[in-house]
């Protein structure tokens, strides 16, 4: 072989050298990041409890969802779930301050920390979770995309509304839902995104869009609404899956977890045998509530079963059937997670 001069490796000491030994090489030294590292949050359930209030981020007046009535209350089955959460941590389901958005800012407000939690008809995905830093707590509500359309169209599917223009909101995924439902068949529609609800449902009603798309439950309400509801028609077919959910920012698990925990005792509540799900006032001093959470909780707002019927059931004057939404032993998707 030719020889020839060899250099030192980077690295190499002299005692390497002198002992015919492979240079060493030194760790490289990890260069230093100049990202700012984020300042910790304040421990959610003490800052709610310094306030005496909760903050919830809800619809603009979604009917059966979360909507301000004449009287100054706010209703529905999102309302309720605030009311739930409240009752457990603040022994006062009423500590609510209800901050209304609208669906492009519903999630980014709560990721700024203007809220400590949204319950306002947002579907569940891994889009959003990633994107903006938050965790869904938990199912609150099984629901599709359809369509309120003309009792007298002669509508009866979705394709018969190809080229025409559809009422969505603006921040939903109902324009890409449209997308992944037209064009696999060769057709289009024309979304037309609105900011605010009573804006769509108007374009909707004046006759400018052909047809309102919005998660079916959603629009049972938004009919209801309507002059004379028994001229518009919801379209039996859905086109996408939306399991709205509670959702919280992902930087305090303490809070994740007693949201969860109200959400899964509504339905474990109807489920078990009287007074079991009660009990689960035993676990609170764990989870940073009191032995009477529990308690609290379904006095103010009852089990699953409770608040669906007064919000969306036969009571409601809605009348939108179960169906997903029953417990999993009636053929639904919730499913009663053991609190024991």
């Known amino acids: 072989m030719r020889g020839g001069p060899e250099r030192d490796a980077p690295g190499a000491t002299d005692g390497d050298a002198e002992r015919g030994t492979r240079p060493r090489r030194r760790p490289a030294t990890p260069a230093r990041s100049t990202a700012r590292t984020p300042e910790p949050r304040t421990d959610t359930l003490t800052a709610i409890?310094?306030?005496?209030?909760?903050?919830v981020l809800v619809s603009q007046g979604q009917p059966g969802l979360s909507l301000l009535t004449g009287d100054g209350r706010w209703t529905g089955l999102d309302a309720d779930v605030a009311r739930a959460v409240a009752a457990a941590v603040l022994g006062d389901p009423e500590a609510v301050e209800?901050?209304?958005?609208?669906?492009?800012?519903?999630?980014?407000?709560?990721?700024?920390?203007?809220?400590?939690?949204?319950?306002?008809?947002?579907?569940?995905t891994m889009g959003r979770e990633a994107a903006h830093g938050l965790l869904f707590a938990g199912v609150t509500?099984?629901?599709g995309e359809g369509f309120l359309v003309r009792a007298d169209s002669g509508v009866q599917d979705p394709a018969a509304l190809a080229g025409r223009r559809l009422?969505?909101?603006?921040?939903?995924?109902?324009?890409?839902?449209?997308?992944?439902?037209?064009?696999?068949?060769?057709?289009?529609?024309?979304?037309?995104?609105?900011?605010?609800?009573?804006?769509?449902?108007?374009?909707?009603?004046?006759?400018?869009?052909?047809?309102?798309?919005?998660d079916k439950v959603a629009l049972a309400g938004a009919r209801r609404t309507l002059p004379d509801p028994e001229a518009h028609r919801i379209l039996p077919a859905a086109i996408s899956r939306e399991p709205m959910a509670a959702v919280v920012r992902d930087d305090d698990p303490?809070?994740?977890?007693?949201?969860?925990?109200?959400?899964?005792?509504?339905?474990?509540?109807?489920?078990e045998p009287p007074g079991v799900a009660r009990r689960a006032g035993r676990h609170g001093p764990a989870a940073g509530l009191d032995e009477r959470w529990a308690a609290r909780v379904l006095d103010a707002v009852g089990d699953y079963a409770d608040?669906?019927?007064r919000n969306l059931g036969r009571t409601s004057g809605l009348d939108v059937p179960r169906g997903p939404n029953e417990l999993w032993t009636r053929g639904g998707l919730h499913y009663a997670v053991p609190l024991h």
Do not use: I, K, M
């Open 254 to 271: 303490r809070w994740f977890r007693v949201c969860r925990w109200v959400l899964q005792l509504l339905v474990a509540a109807e489920y």
């Open 167 to 214: 009422a969505v909101h603006a921040g939903a995924t109902t324009a890409d839902n449209l997308a992944a439902w037209y064009g696999p068949r060769g057709l289009a529609v024309r979304p037309v995104a609105f900011d605010q609800p009573r804006q769509a449902l108007r374009a909707y009603a004046t006759g400018d869009c052909a047809a309102y798309v919005l």
């Open 49 to 55: 409890r310094a306030r005496g209030a909760l903050r």
């Open 307 to 309: 608040l669906y019927e």
């Open 141 to 143: 509500c099984y629901d």
């Open 98 to 124: 209800w901050r209304p958005a609208g669906s492009a800012e519903r999630l980014s407000r709560l990721a700024a920390g203007q809220a400590d939690l949204t319950v306002c008809n947002v579907s569940w």
